[in-house]
């Protein structure tokens, strides 16, 4: 039995946005401007501009097999005094097609092909938590997340 649900999910919405996101070169979430991480990979923590997916809370049930869990979207992007207007037009634009990936009504249908990762879900939440910060004087990041809450279960041969 898994119970290990944070590595699977994160890399479930991380598909899921790698396949909804129509990556185009040059696009918005160009996979070589802006790539797309777990939290668990080592590019997750570059000074770069990045879209890392994090599970940072959960519980499993009595059995075990089926879980609740918070996952966070969180979205940084490199900012100078220089190209300010500019850098935070990206980083709005990167934000919003994100978010408009999470509030898709048929999210769950839309993810169904992605559950071979050894995890499906039964119930991602329409309520959104959403945070942003601009951190340092001179340049430095903005700092996006929305997080939210879903419902699922392990399946089978995990």
């Known amino acids: 039995m898994r119970y290990d649900f944070e590595f699977p999910v994160a890399t479930l919405f991380a598909n899921y946005f790698l396949n909804q996101c129509a990556v185009q070169p040059g696009g918005i979430l160009d996979q070589n401007l802006c790539p797309i991480v777990t939290f668990f990979d080592p590019m997750s923590v570059d000074q770069e501009d990045r879209v890392v997916i994090f599970v940072p809370a959960g519980q499993t049930s ?3 097999a089926h ?3 918070t996952v966070e979207v969180y979205q940084k992007t490199q900012w100078s005094q220089k190209e300010l207007i500019q850098n935070m037009q990206t980083h709005s ?4 097609e994100l978010r408009d990936k999470l509030f898709a009504q048929n999210i769950i249908g839309l993810m169904a092909p992605l559950f071979v990762t050894g995890v499906a879900l039964d119930y991602v939440t329409q309520r959104k938590n959403f945070t ?3 951190i340092g004087s001179e340049g ?3 700092q996006s997340s929305t997080s939210f809450d879903i419902q699922g279960y392990f399946t089978l041969g995990t």
């Open 62 to 64: 009595e059995a075990g």
């Open 93 to 96: 634009g990167r934000t919003n």
């Open 67 to 69: 879980f609740e869990a």
């Open 140 to 142: 430095g990041f903005i």
């Open 132 to 134: 942003m910060k601009i």
